[in-house]
């Protein structure tokens, strides 16, 4: 068996959800519509095909050079063919899901059972967009846990440090102990000093720990900035609650990183370690390390699927991040361009589709938008 293509697949807008300002860049809109976009498709000699969240310009082109003609079961080998050409770059994360994808589908079997996973089921938390203000964040809390999920993940970015504990201890209010909450400062988004929003110092973030502690949050997320980890490390030292991070790095910075013990839980993204055989390594790494894993993806659709089936095959990561700030925000949004989606059950756990791969397929009333 064969590669013979590697291509874009347009997806078309089927329906304008809106727009939200997410708390971690004042003043941007992040655009929600159902559709939309494009999917990576690797099409094979025998006619199997295999899907992934879209890649862009130079992507496309090395994966063509790269791949075509070449087995696609041999997914770890492709992988490091691609970050070869791509100069370790990045951006192929796309590529490597849809090989998954395709080599689980040639095989029969959904993702997470070909990567030895036992779970069907992943408890989800509803990560928040939105800042808000307590009285909506704690409404919003209270609806989320009406719909099932168990755990929210609240956006720490007021000016004070007043206004942030002010919004969890109006949600602790509205929830009480019955769901768990985490928080995250968001402020590891730059690779270098400066970006959007306030800026904490390391006395905020410790100051702002230590309240959180008391109120029961289960982890404080990126408290300092991305490169940090010296001061990481002594943040960690110094509080009890769990340090979290590590969204936004490289593959090559886990081991590094890891060696300097930022983080109580690390936290890798496919769509930025490359893809799952990335993400993969990075939970290699970091059990290795005697870390804690809790995959993060800000992320919809085919990215989210992709996660829930790594996270699956995982039995040491707890959870699975889903965007999710309704109505604008809601996560079925991402998944409508797909038939059997994973749904939410009365639990708070994202259930994994039983077919092939990532086992959805694109609803063909999508097909034929502008990538």
Same mark, same amino acid.
């Given at each position: 068996?064969?590669?013979?293509?590697? &291509?874009?697949?347009?997806l /078309?807008? =089927? %329906?304008e959800? +809106?727009?939200?300002?997410?708390?971690?860049e004042?003043? !941007?809109?992040?655009?929600?519509?159902?559709?939309?976009?494009?999917?990576?498709?690797?099409?094979?000699d025998?006619?199997l095909?295999?899907?992934?969240p879209?890649?862009?310009?130079?992507v496309?082109e090395?994966?063509?050079?790269?791949?075509v003609g070449?087995?696609?079961?041999?997914?770890?080998?492709?992988?490091?063919?691609?970050?070869?050409?791509?100069?370790?770059?990045?951006?192929?994360?796309?590529?490597?899901?849809?090989?998954w994808?395709?080599?689980?589908?040639?095989?029969g079997?959904?993702?997470?059972t070909?990567?030895?996973?036992?779970?069907?089921?992943?408890?989800?938390y509803a990560?928040?967009?939105?800042?808000?203000?307590?009285?909506? &964040?704690a409404?919003?809390? /209270?609806a =989320? %846990?009406?719909? +099932?999920?168990?755990a929210?993940k609240?956006?720490?970015? !007021?000016?004070?440090?007043?206004e942030?504990?002010?919004?969890?201890?109006?949600?602790?209010?509205?929830?009480?102990?019955g769901m768990?909450?985490?928080?995250?400062?968001?402020q590891?988004?730059?690779?270098?000093q400066?970006?959007p929003?306030?800026?904490?110092d390391?006395?905020?973030?410790?100051?702002?720990a230590?309240?959180?502690?008391?109120?029961?949050?289960?982890?404080?997320?990126?408290?300092?900035?991305?490169?940090?980890?010296?001061?990481?490390?002594r943040?960690?030292?110094?509080?009890?609650?769990a340090?979290?991070?590590?969204e936004?790095?490289?593959?090559?910075d886990?081991?590094?990183?890891?060696?300097?013990?930022p983080?109580?839980?690390?936290?890798?993204?496919?769509?930025?370690?490359?893809?799952?055989? +990335?993400?993969?390594?990075?939970?290699a790494?970091?059990r290795?390390a005697?870390?804690?894993i809790?995959?993060h993806?800000?992320?919809?659709g085919?990215?989210?699927?992709?996660h829930?089936?790594?996270?699956?095959?995982a039995?040491?990561?707890p959870?699975?991040e889903?965007?999710?700030?309704?109505?604008?925000?809601?996560?079925?949004?991402?998944?409508?361009?797909?038939?059997d989606?994973?749904?939410?059950?009365?639990?708070g756990?994202?259930?994994?589709?039983?077919?092939?791969g990532?086992?959805?397929?694109v609803?063909?009333?999508?097909?034929?938008?502008?990538?």
């Amino acid at each position: 068996m064969k590669i013979t293509e590697v &291509r874009l697949v347009p997806l /078309r807008v =089927v %329906r304008e959800v +809106g727009m939200l300002e997410p708390a971690w860049e004042p003043g !941007a809109s992040l655009h929600v519509a159902q559709g939309g976009g494009a999917v990576v498709e690797i099409v094979t000699d025998e006619g199997l095909r295999g899907i992934g969240p879209a890649a862009k310009g130079r992507v496309l082109e090395v994966a063509q050079a790269t791949l075509v003609g070449q087995d696609p079961r041999c997914v770890e080998d492709l992988f490091e063919r691609m970050r070869f050409a791509m100069r370790n770059q990045g951006g192929m994360s796309g590529v490597d899901i849809a090989l998954w994808d395709l080599r689980a589908r040639i095989e029969g079997v959904p993702l997470f059972t070909m990567c030895g996973g036992g779970r069907d089921r992943v408890p989800a938390y509803a990560s928040m967009i939105r800042l808000g203000d307590p009285r909506e &964040r704690a409404a919003m809390a /209270r609806a =989320v %846990r009406q719909q +099932g999920f168990r755990a929210i993940k609240l956006r720490l970015h !007021a000016a004070t440090m007043r206004e942030d504990l002010a919004i969890v201890e109006a949600v602790r209010a509205a929830v009480g102990q019955g769901m768990t909450i985490l928080c995250d400062a968001n402020q590891a988004q730059s690779q270098g000093q400066w970006q959007p929003g306030v800026r904490w110092d390391f006395a905020r973030a410790k100051a702002t720990a230590v309240e959180l502690e008391l109120l029961g949050v289960a982890w404080l997320e990126e408290p300092l900035p991305r490169y940090a980890f010296s001061d990481l490390r002594r943040l960690r030292d110094e509080v009890a609650i769990a340090i979290a991070g590590g969204e936004n790095l490289r593959l090559q910075d886990y081991a590094p990183m890891l060696a300097m013990g930022p983080y109580d839980i690390v936290q890798p993204d496919a769509m930025v370690v490359d893809g799952l055989t +990335g993400l993969r390594r990075a939970f290699a790494l970091a059990r290795n390390a005697g870390a804690r894993i809790a995959p993060h993806h800000g992320g919809r659709g085919l990215g989210t699927i992709a996660h829930l089936h790594a996270c699956a095959a995982a039995p040491d990561v707890p959870w699975v991040e889903v965007l999710h700030d309704p109505p604008v925000g809601d996560f079925s949004h991402g998944f409508a361009p797909f038939f059997d989606a994973p749904r939410l059950d009365e639990d708070g756990c994202l259930v994994l589709p039983r077919g092939p791969g990532l086992g959805v397929q694109v609803d063909p009333g999508v097909l034929g938008g502008t990538a």
